[in-house]
């Protein structure tokens, strides 16, 4: 999610963010109309693919073999995945001495059985060779059929400590053709105790099957990696809407009513949807792509929609970028038909308009087709002789600096999309992210009401008690038209450098109000109506490789500015004081050892400048791998 905005009006300042990143970054690499897909609908399935063979009986180290570990590694993942989500086991190497078609599923991919996982994994010898390959075709066949109704996540995890020594089929080349063979397909690799060739194979297999690599130098790594892989298979964005195709082409572009809706988009791909609208309502579009977690993406890969009419018209086009290439999140791109103030704009006509959507990808970019999620909204104008409050195009009260909630943080756990993003309000949350994991929630602003927001990345332990390893932590804020707002505008930053030391983001929005949408700034005219605006809260990838713990802690400090009015005409009377919305101030207080505190000074005011201090920092300072005496660290908040 981490990102960078470009609308058409802030192009200069999103093109100098952009080269700022790219030269600070570490390089790396359908349900029915109304329904969610969650984890345990049978949408989203995994099937764990363990190597067997001879050398998992090995001593890995630390007095245990390495099967051993692998077997508890698995009963650890196992005891966290949700109830009945489906899960099956597969092994190689288990049967013979030698023999390439060894490969065998152990427990079926059905709704979890948590004790017969265990017991499966517990009977498996280790005795033969390493058909990964093999290994990798059986799985995709042993998870449930995507039918055209479905959109979840289908996961292959294979755990290996070496490379396939059987040859055909060619591991790489298996997990290319899976990648291609559908948008909610992936495999990911841990590699145990693995270096030179074999890392090497295991590594591409990830890359080429729209999956992460995961290095696992132990058994605690193996446990904690593991574990990682599961939880994301199971918490992958849940999809909501009607079945759609747009086309590939202006001429007959597919036509939408208002609504929430389903398709897919390739690399390079454009797709059109066509609308017919009257001369006097607002019209709004969102596109959100959601690609396998982690899934190669370079700075510059990019969601861009526009409005369009007639031949070659654009009333209004945005931009999303990713802006890293640690790996893909979801990624939000909004635009809206607003009919001009005086009423003769070129796109104030009735008649039919068009939605484009494209995807922008580079070379050695994930090339699989993504899910797309896409709103259309209509906001009809004012009734006559309403007269609009004035526009609000300043932070004022909720700039950077303004004081937020403290006290005992509220647990809550993000959702995993628009669709299932969980309600906060005025105070402080905590919980936990996932590296490659974005989070989602959602908070009640009504009219001449502003968001204002911090999240802090926790202090945790790093794996080496140090991290030479950059990651990032990212957030954005979008209207209830899913519209992003407040990134790359000089008075917030979207993204922050992260190292496993406690890092912090301030973001916002200026005060709703519906003549908003005549101003200028890209940043400020969405904010045109109430309704509940979203936070995202995305880690990095690369973190996987930084924290000890599995999950990394995560804080928001949450407030909603300014009297709420009864409506968005002038002199509209305020809202009497009730419950808005759930609060953190009013809840009972977390648990954890999570103390209250101030919010925290290290906020990130220039991308570059804390790209730049965080290397310092990351490469200057070692720190205790366990120290219990830092009160900054996750478990002190």
Not at 61 to 84: F, H, W
Not at 216 to 226: C, Y
Not at 601 to 628: D, E, H, M, P, T
């Amino acid at each position: 999610m981490a990102r960078l905005h470009c609308r058409a009006a802030g192009a200069l300042i999103c093109g100098t963010l952009i080269a700022l990143t790219a030269s600070s970054l570490p390089a790396g690499a359908a349900p029915a109309a109304g329904s969610v897909a969650g984890p345990a609908d049978g949408r989203s399935s995994l099937v764990m693919v363990l190597d067997s063979s001879g050398s998992m009986a090995e001593d890995d180290g630390s007095g245990s073999t390495r099967i051993e570990s692998a077997r508890k590694a698995v009963r650890t993942v196992v005891d966290t995945l949700p109830d009945r989500y489906p899960t099956g086991l597969r092994v190689y190497g288990a049967d013979k001495p030698q023999g390439c078609t060894d490969t065998r599923l152990v427990r079926p991919v059905e709704p979890l059985d948590r004790g017969a996982m265990k017991r499966a994994v517990a009977a498996v010898r280790p005795k033969g060779d390493t058909p990964i390959g093999l290994s990798l075709q059986k799985a995709a066949a042993d998870l449930p059929a995507r039918t055209d109704s479905s959109l979840g996540r289908r996961t292959i995890l294979l755990i290996s400590d070496g490379e396939d020594n059987c040859g055909a089929p060619e591991a790489c080349k298996v997990a290319e053709q899976l990648g291609e063979s559908g948008v909610d397909l992936r495999v990911d690799a841990i590699g145990f105790q693995v270096r030179g060739a074999a890392r090497k194979q295991l590594e591409c297999v990830a890359e080429a099957g729209n999956g992460r690599y995961y290095d696992a130098p132990d058994a605690d790594a193996l446990a904690r990696q593991l574990q990682r892989a599961g939880q994301l298979s199971a918490d992958g964005y849940r999809f909501k809407g009607k079945k759609v195709t747009g086309s590939l082409s202006q001429g007959n572009a597919t036509a939408l009513e208002p609504g929430q809706y389903l398709d897919t988009i390739g690399p390079g791909e454009r797709r059109y949807y066509s609308v017919e609208l009257d001369g006097t309502s607002t019209a709004n579009f969102s596109a959100t792509a959601a690609p396998q977690p982690g899934a190669a993406v370079d700075v510059t890969d990019a969601l861009r929609t526009q409005v369009q009419a007639g031949a070659d018209s654009v009333c209004e086009s945005s931009t999303e970028q990713f802006a890293q290439n640690e790996g893909a999140t979801p990624i939000t791109s909004g635009v809206s038909r607003i009919p001009s103030e005086d009423g003769y704009g070129s796109c104030d006509d009735p008649g039919r308009y068009r939605l484009m959507v494209e995807r922008e990808a580079g070379k050695g970019s994930d090339a699989s087709r993504w899910p797309l999620e896409l709103t259309y909204d209509v906001e009809k104008p004012l009734k006559k002789g309403v007269t609009p409050a004035q526009s609000e195009p300043e932070y004022g009260a909720g700039a950077k600096d303004a004081q937020l909630p403290t006290g005992a943080p509220k647990r809550i756990n993000g959702g995993t999309s628009f669709n299932d993003a969980k309600e906060i309000g005025q105070g402080v949350w905590r919980g936990t992210v996932l590296p490659s994991q974005t989070l989602w929630y959602k908070v009640p602003v009504g009219w001449g009401q502003q968001l204002r927001y911090d999240v802090e990345f926790a202090n945790e332990p790093t794996v080496k008690g140090y991290s030479s390893e950059i990651s990032y932590g990212a957030t954005q804020v979008y209207t209830p038209a899913r519209h992003p707002v407040g990134g790359g505008t000089g008075e917030f930053t979207p993204q922050v450098s992260y190292d496993g030391r406690l890092k912090a983001l301030r973001m916002g929005t200026v005060p709703v109000a519906w003549t908003n949408r005549y101003e200028s700034h890209p940043n400020t005219v969405p904010v045109h109506d109430e309704g509940n605006f979203y936070i995202a809260v995305t880690l990095g990838a690369k973190a996987a490789e930084i924290a000890e713990n599995p999950q990394i802690g995560v804080k928001l400090r949450v407030a909603v500015l300014g009297k709420e009015k009864a409506g968005p005409q002038h002199n509209a009377p305020v809202v009497k004081a009730a419950d808005s919305g759930p609060s953190a101030d009013s809840g009972e207080a977390g648990g954890g050892g999570w103390a209250s505190g101030p919010v925290v000074a290290a906020v990130a005011i220039g991308l570059g400048v804390v790209l730049l201090s965080g290397l310092a920092v990351a490469y200057g300072r070692a720190r205790k791998k366990n120290s219990g005496t830092d009160p900054m660290r996750r478990d002190a908040w």
